[in-house]
């Protein structure tokens, strides 16, 4: 959370920088885009389900779950809670900030989505699945979001699509301590 913060704090106070807060916008919903972005968050969290069918990933060591002081519908306000902050600061780094510079860098291709996603997944390789799976499955979810992010060009869609996958991932990980 420091770092986006930071870096909106340093663009404001440098003149020059103004223009690169460009990647802040909410975005154009189209029809195309609210079914696409239907469709992939329901996408999302069917393969978000079957991968806890068939892989059956600890989900449980997530942070505040192991609490058995907290009754299940505050663990899932919790979980509601993180995903909502989790999704901004995620967002606003990998959709925002760095996708943004690679758009500036390399052009408007698919190859800043590539990377973007890739660095995603990167940054998931000890994080719910850790290990290798866990990096190539959040570097695909990286590339849906990303490919939200241009075509809704804006951040709200992928956020909301970010947003339903960790509530869906809390409330998996809400079923095995259960």
């Not at 510079?101 to 719910?128: E, K, M, R, Y």
């Not at 992010?149 to 960790?166: K, Q, T």
């Amino acid at each position: 959370m420091i770092m986006p913060v930071a870096y909106i704090a340093v663009v404001w106070s440098v003149p020059s920088l103004s223009g690169s807060l460009g990647w802040l916008r909410v975005g154009q919903f189209s029809p195309f885009l609210w079914t696409a972005l239907a469709v992939l968050a329901i996408l999302s969290v069917i393969g978000l389900i079957l991968y806890f069918v068939t892989i059956r990933p600890d989900l449980s060591h997530q942070p505040v779950m192991g609490s058995h002081r907290m009754n299940p519908a505050a663990l899932f306000a919790v979980g509601i809670g993180i995903a909502v902050l989790n999704a901004a600061v995620e967002e606003s780094m990998y959709r925002g900030i760095l996708m943004n510079a690679l758009d500036a860098w390399l052009g408007g291709g698919i190859l800043p989505i590539v990377l973007q996603a890739i660095a995603f997944g990167t940054l998931h390789f000890n994080s719910t699945e850790p290990g290798v799976s866990g990096v190539l499955i959040t570097a695909l979810l990286g590339l849906v979001l990303g490919w939200l992010r241009r075509a809704g060009r804006g951040m709200l869609p992928p956020y909301i699509v970010h947003v339903l996958v960790d509530i869906g991932v809390w409330t998996l990980g809400l079923l095995q301590t259960a």
